[in-house]
């Protein structure tokens, strides 16, 4: 029998270096010329461990089992010792004997890490061979040895496939906060799409993304416009035909590995989806929220792709997150849409009276509701003398706004009657909070612009514990019109109220405002009253609404009070 070296090339990546020199140690033991670590497989043998094969046979590391003696120590699970194969006749025709010249043969079983027979440990000589009793202890030793490398094989494989997948579920952890993040300052619908298609394609690699929801109106499924995908983004009818409407109907997540795995699925929708692009692999995922299926995610990729089980779990939980957001969104639109519509309700709308302008401003708090306890009011009264109010109920929420509509209502009555000081119509609230029980506890500002018969106008005021009206002088100059306000409304209906009254010249300005412009949680009233005064003083004479909307880019998105402004100004 020729030999050759254990480094000859190894094309299957079988030898193992290890188990090579378990081979090159029974040789010397027991002075043959071939020896192998075995492992018998259902439809061949290799060998991981092998030195002295012939060339062939050597680089290829197997042989089919029409060669092999090692799988009868397999299944047999005992030590098989052969002088002459040539004499055995289960053994003489066995391609072993010709084509690799065994003819003494003695094999040990080679047991895995699961206790279980897996091959042999084997000594071969091309000439007949008693083998003793110390031969076959030495190869039982050494069978032993190459069973102790293969436990510590499998317990390094194990090891390593713990690693792995715990880098994985450190990965897959690491990107879904990324995408969490992402979605957690997302506030609309458009916002939720755009912060998905980014998120998706830094975590996922996807091309392109598509949050489609139900249309109850054509019940299709409309896909939400987002960042890059410019104007109407199209809609797919509901039903099976289409990708996301079929995983919106079913329930199931719709996985297509390229283009031609989806145009086999769904043959009649053309295109699968209004991609703009080319479609190479996709999936698309259901958003259930509070057991509804509000709409789909779809995750688009240009190339093909395999989705296994982790990727699966991976993107499942975006559909998760992102049917979240989208829950958050729909809630969000719908709250502001009521708040919208009973803030316009409440607030009403500015009169136009001869030589006045006016302007208004609302903007509730950051931290709540979309309307809550402040508010503004200005109408002409029964002298036709303009009043302008601005008030504060505690709160700022739905029940602060109906307690303010309540007392807005019921001061609008009371500062009605024409030719009394704003101090009665305080006073008249005072009793009828006080009468009616109501609980309410409010600063109010009531203001009245009367206009004499020679042209010259007069503010007159009452203040209930609100801060104090701004009067910018026609030079710019500002004077707060702190007078000693009165008790809150609701505190005490018997204390008497006061009126204070100021001559207004052409191009005057009076600015009432609420304490949430003023006051921040590192600047006490004063100090914020100060800093209005000069933005007022600075203002450069435009129109009455670009003055609030300045006065108010400090404010907006930061503070957590609602925020109610009302200015007026005389006409040159």
């Given at each position: 029998?020729?030999?050759?070296?254990?480094?000859?090339?190894?094309?299957?990546?079988?030898?193992?270096?290890?188990?090579?020199?378990?081979?090159?140690?029974?040789?010397?033991?027991?002075?043959?010329?071939?020896?192998?670590?075995?492992?018998?497989?259902?439809?061949?043998?290799?060998?991981?461990?092998?030195?002295?094969?012939?060339?062939?046979?050597?680089?290829?590391?197997?042989?089919?089992?029409?060669?092999?003696f090692c799988q009868y120590v397999r299944s047999t699970a005992r030590p098989l010792v052969v002088r002459d194969a040539r004499e055995v006749e289960v053994l003489s025709a066995n391609g072993a004997v010709e084509d690799l010249g065994v003819v003494a043969y003695c094999g040990v079983p080679l047991v895995g890490p699961d206790g279980d027979v897996?091959?042999?440990?084997?000594?071969?000589?091309?000439?007949?061979?008693?083998?003793?009793?110390?031969?076959?202890?030495?190869?039982?030793?050494?069978?032993?040895?190459?069973?102790?490398?293969?436990?510590?094989?499998?317990?390094?494989?194990?090891?390593?496939?713990?690693?792995?997948?715990?880098?994985?579920?450190?990965?897959?952890?690491?990107?879904?906060?990324?995408?969490?993040?992402?979605?957690?300052?997302?506030?609309?619908?458009?916002?939720?799409?755009?912060?998905?298609?980014?998120?998706?394609?830094?975590?996922?690699?996807?091309?392109?993304?598509?949050?489609?929801?139900?249309?109850?109106?054509?019940?299709?499924?409309?896909?939400?416009?987002?960042?890059?995908?410019?104007?109407?983004?199209?809609?797919?009818?509901?039903?099976?035909?289409?990708?996301?409407?079929?995983?919106?109907?079913?329930?199931?997540?719709?996985?297509?590995?390229?283009?031609?795995?989806?145009?086999?699925?769904?043959?009649?929708?053309?295109?699968?989806?209004?991609?703009?692009?080319?479609?190479?692999?996709?999936?698309?995922?259901?958003?259930?929220?509070?057991?509804?299926?509000?709409?789909?995610?779809?995750?688009?990729?240009?190339?093909?792709?395999?989705?296994?089980?982790?990727?699966?779990?991976?993107?499942?939980?975006?559909?998760?997150?992102?049917?979240?957001?989208?829950?958050?969104?729909?809630?969000?639109?719908?709250?502001?849409?009521?708040?919208?519509?009973?803030?316009?309700?409440?607030?009403?709308?500015?009169?136009?009276?001869?030589?006045?302008?006016?302007?208004?401003?609302?903007?509730?708090?950051?931290?709540?509701?979309?309307?809550?306890?402040?508010?503004?009011?200005?109408?002409?009264?029964?002298?036709?003398?303009?009043?302008?109010?601005?008030?504060?109920?505690?709160?700022?929420?739905?029940?602060?706004?109906?307690?303010?509509?309540?007392?807005?209502?019921?001061?609008?009555?009371?500062?009605?009657?024409?030719?009394?000081?704003?101090?009665?119509?305080?006073?008249?609230?005072?009793?009828?909070?006080?009468?009616?029980?109501?609980?309410?506890?409010?600063?109010?500002?009531?203001?009245?612009?009367?206009?004499?018969?020679?042209?010259?106008?007069?503010?007159?005021?009452?203040?209930?514990?609100?801060?104090?009206?701004?009067?910018?002088?026609?030079?710019?100059?500002?004077?707060?019109?702190?007078?000693?306000?009165?008790?809150?409304?609701?505190?005490?209906?018997?204390?008497?109220?006061?009126?204070?009254?100021?001559?207004?010249?052409?191009?005057?300005?009076?600015?009432?405002?609420?304490?949430?412009?003023?006051?921040?949680?590192?600047?006490?009233?004063?100090?914020?009253?100060?800093?209005?005064?000069?933005?007022?003083?600075?203002?450069?004479?435009?129109?009455?609404?670009?003055?609030?909307?300045?006065?108010?880019?400090?404010?907006?998105?930061?503070?957590?009070?609602?925020?109610?402004?009302?200015?007026?100004?005389?006409?040159?």
């Amino acid at each position: 029998m020729s030999s050759a070296d254990a480094g000859t090339d190894d094309p299957r990546g079988i030898a193992d270096a290890d188990l090579d020199r378990l081979s090159a140690l029974v040789r010397t033991l027991l002075d043959v010329p071939t020896a192998l670590v075995t492992l018998v497989r259902p439809d061949e043998q290799v060998f991981p461990g092998a030195v002295g094969l012939p060339p062939e046979w050597q680089a290829l590391r197997s042989t089919p089992l029409s060669h092999s003696f090692c799988q009868y120590v397999r299944s047999t699970a005992r030590p098989l010792v052969v002088r002459d194969a040539r004499e055995v006749e289960v053994l003489s025709a066995n391609g072993a004997v010709e084509d690799l010249g065994v003819v003494a043969y003695c094999g040990v079983p080679l047991v895995g890490p699961d206790g279980d027979v897996v091959g042999a440990v084997c000594a071969i000589d091309s000439r007949p061979r008693d083998w003793t009793d110390t031969d076959l202890a030495a190869l039982t030793q050494v069978a032993g040895l190459a069973a102790t490398e293969l436990r510590l094989r499998a317990l390094t494989s194990e090891a390593e496939a713990a690693r792995r997948a715990a880098e994985r579920a450190g990965e897959q952890t690491r990107l879904l906060l990324r995408f969490a993040d992402t979605l957690a300052d997302a506030v609309t619908l458009a916002d939720v799409a755009a912060a998905v298609s980014t998120a998706a394609a830094e975590v996922l690699g996807t091309s392109w993304t598509c949050l489609a929801l139900v249309d109850p109106a054509t019940r299709r499924l409309r896909l939400v416009p987002s960042a890059g995908h410019a104007g109407d983004a199209g809609s797919v009818p509901l039903g099976t035909e289409h990708p996301p409407s079929a995983a919106l109907t079913t329930g199931r997540a719709v996985f297509l590995t390229d283009a031609a795995a989806t145009a086999e699925r769904f043959p009649s929708a053309r295109p699968p989806l209004p991609v703009p692009g080319r479609i190479g692999a996709s999936a698309h995922l259901p958003l259930p929220v509070a057991g509804s299926l509000p709409g789909t995610l779809s995750l688009v990729w240009d190339a093909p792709r395999t989705f296994g089980a982790v990727e699966q779990g991976l993107v499942l939980a975006l559909a998760r997150y992102t049917a979240q957001a989208v829950a958050r969104a729909v809630l969000l639109a719908r709250q502001e849409s009521v708040a919208t519509t009973l803030r316009r309700a409440l607030l009403g709308e500015l009169p136009d009276p001869p030589g006045l302008d006016l302007a208004a401003r609302y903007l509730p708090s950051s931290a709540g509701a979309q309307v809550g306890g402040d508010w503004w009011d200005a109408f002409d009264d029964s002298d036709g003398a303009t009043v302008l109010v601005i008030g504060d109920v505690t709160g700022h929420d739905v029940a602060a706004a109906a307690t303010m509509g309540q007392l807005r209502s019921m001061l609008r009555g009371f500062a009605f009657e024409g030719g009394e000081p704003p101090a009665v119509a305080l006073d008249r609230l005072d009793a009828a909070v006080a009468g009616l029980r109501t609980g309410a506890l409010a600063t109010a500002l009531v203001t009245r612009v009367d206009r004499a018969e020679d042209g010259r106008r007069t503010l007159s005021w009452s203040n209930a514990g609100h801060p104090p009206p701004l009067l910018r002088h026609p030079d710019g100059r500002v004077e707060v019109l702190a007078s000693r306000p009165d008790l809150l409304v609701g505190l005490d209906p018997a204390r008497q109220r006061h009126t204070h009254s100021v001559a207004l010249e052409p191009r005057s300005t009076v600015l009432l405002y609420t304490d949430g412009l003023v006051e921040r949680r590192r600047t006490d009233l004063d100090e914020g009253i100060a800093q209005l005064t000069a933005s007022l003083a600075a203002d450069d004479g435009g129109s009455l609404d670009d003055l609030l909307d300045r006065l108010l880019e400090g404010v907006r998105g930061s503070t957590d009070d609602d925020v109610a402004l009302l200015a007026v100004r005389v006409r040159p």
